[in-house]
């Protein structure tokens, strides 16, 4: 603005050509500088005055044509003023719409990540043991599935291992259910220090535990099910005024390539039975049939 009126009165063409072009730029300052209304109305009108005093002083314009050429400029920025406010005023309203929107999609999509966070709780409580944070029963099987059929795809071996504590209702009738739980916590913290992934820990119910061991065959299956049953020997259960010792049974069969998981459980089961038989605290290998079935001791 200042440049133009040096211009008007460094260089003066006529005043009409003059006051053309200041209309021009005035309604380009209210146009194109939006949510500036006081700042570039305070300008644009000092501009006009500016040029209504080089106009008259200047240029010589009588008195007529001043009022004309100030009423032109009071026209002018009477629209500009409008059309800067009536822009503004699309501009809040679009940004505030899409700051609306902006707030909604981000509250969405912490809702979808806080649902995300319950449903993942969810299933955890419905796969998780409640008393030994193990897998449950039906997490078990879920999971056999899947690690059957990979076992398979890999050619790969897989030892069954069925572990059961000895005496256990002697333990809950003893010593209450709440220090028999902590027999069941201490059986699954010395399993899960002596397992590497990957592996599969559940507790199939009450005192029996399966753990399923990928890549193991029965060889290794029973070597590692004799440190897990060493160890739970050697580990006591902390309690108030005594330490409980308990031992646990294991059986070990290597699952037939194919075969369901029933069948390898039930071998375990007969191997564990026969641990026990034996006298406890040990470890028994057993065997399956090429159909899976377990076969005769």
């Known amino acids: 603005m200042v440049g ?14 003059h006051g053309m072009s200041l209309m021009i730029m005035l309604l380009g300052g209210y146009v194109f500088i939006p949510n500036r209304l006081l700042a570039i109305l305070a300008i644009c009108l000092t501009g006009s005055l500016a040029f209504l005093l080089l106009a008259a002083i200047h240029f010589g314009l009588p008195g007529d044509e001043l009022l004309r050429l100030s009423t032109l400029l009071i026209v ?10 009536r822009l503004s005023w699309l501009m809040r309203a679009e940004y505030r719409d899409r700051a609306i929107v902006e707030m909604a ?17 969810l299933r955890q409580w419905a796969e998780i043991d409640d008393v ?9 099987f879920a999971r056999a599935e899947t690690i059957l059929h990979q076992a398979d795809a890999d050619s790969k071996p897989l030892a069954v291992l069925l572990i059961d504590v000895d005496y256990f209702k002697q333990i809950n009738v003893t010593y209450g259910h709440i220090r028999s739980d ?3 916590k201490t059986l699954v913290q010395v399993c899960r220090s ?4 990957p592996y599969c820990l559940a507790r199939l119910g009450g005192e029996e535990f399966v753990i399923l061991l990928p890549g193991l065959d029965l060889a290794d299956g029973a070597k590692l099910a004799e440190r897990i049953r060493a160890e739970c020997q050697r580990t006591p259960v902390a309690m108030d005024e005594v330490d409980i010792h308990f031992t646990a049974s294991i059986g070990v069969v290597q699952r037939q390539s194919g075969g369901p998981i029933g069948a390898a459980l039930r071998g375990a089961d007969e191997a564990m039975t026969a641990a026990k038989f034996k006298g406890r605290n040990r470890v028994e290998a057993g065997s399956l049939e090429p159909d899976g079935t377990p076969r005769a001791q």
């Open 4 to 17: 133009f009126l040096a211009i008007t009165f460094l260089r003066p063409y006529s005043v009409g050509w």
């Open 76 to 85: 002018t920025n009477i629209i500009g003023a409008m059309a800067n406010y």
């Open 105 to 121: 999609n981000l509250k969405l999509k912490a809702e979808m990540v806080e649902r995300a966070r319950l449903e993942g709780v």
């Open 132 to 140: 030994t944070g193990a897998l449950n029963r039906a997490a078990l």
């Open 182 to 184: 902590g027999v069941l």
């Open 194 to 197: 002596l397992l590497s992934e």
